[in-house]
């Protein structure tokens, strides 16, 4: 019998396929494709973007005075966000296999692709390639995060979260005892690869 979470979840992939088939017809509508990852407008698309882009000169005289002065604010971010790259990385290049945990593509969560748009001007595209980056990397690293929290702790809090990973709906409810220990099974089968390791943690 299906459970109720299951249908939900059921409904919620069905919802991210009709998402997907419509970022496929507004790539069609928008006159791109891409090639080996690579993002290919339409000469004539190009043209029109370059037209409609707003000069960098033009640019900083229309910026109020006080977003200059948070730029260094902004910017100083990069520091800690790479070093957070840095250890996710590492953390999970050196502890996923020993738990035979399926490791997280990088790429699949940090999307460098922005500034190919040629209606943004040169300090747009940097902005655009910072944010993909920093935002990408969040994505990327509660990805990291939730295979960990499953694997270790696969149980719901008692009160709602303001953010769930995609292993969260899957968790074990709060205070049931009796379905702890085939949830935590259950929620490590979803996210290990059998023989990665031939380590087992629990011994």
């Known amino acids: 019998m299906t459970s109720p979470t299951e249908k939900l979840l059921a409904r919620i992939r069905d919802l991210q396929g009709e998402l997907d088939a419509e970022f496929h017809r507004r790539r069609a509508e928008f006159s791109y494709q891409l090639e080996n990852g690579r ?14 882009r707003v000069g960098l000169g033009t640019f900083l005289r229309q910026t109020r005075p006080m ?18 790259d840095l250890f ?46 920093c935002n990408g990397l969040i994505g990327y690293v509660q990805e990291i995060a939730g295979r960990t929290e499953a694997y270790w702790c696969p149980i719901k809090h008692a009160a709602r979260t303001g953010a769930m990973h995609a292993y969260y709906a899957q968790f074990v409810d709060y205070g049931d005892a009796e379905g702890f220990g085939p949830g935590l099974s259950a929620a490590r089968t979803r996210i290990t690869r059998p023989g990665l390791s031939g380590i087992d943690p629990d011994t």
């Open 88 to 133: 996710a990385t590492l953390y999970q290049a050196v502890c996923f296999p020993v738990y035979r945990i399926e490791k997280v593509r990088r790429a699949d969560f940090i999307r460098i692709d922005r500034h190919h748009l040629a209606y943004l001007n040169a300090l747009q595209k940097l902005n655009c390639v910072y944010c993909g980056y």
């Open 67 to 84: 977003v200059v002065l948070t730029a260094p604010v902004i910017y100083s971010l990069i520091l800690p966000f790479a070093l957070l």
């Open 39 to 52: 993002v290919v407008f339409e000469t004539e698309i190009r043209r029109r973007h370059r037209a409609l």
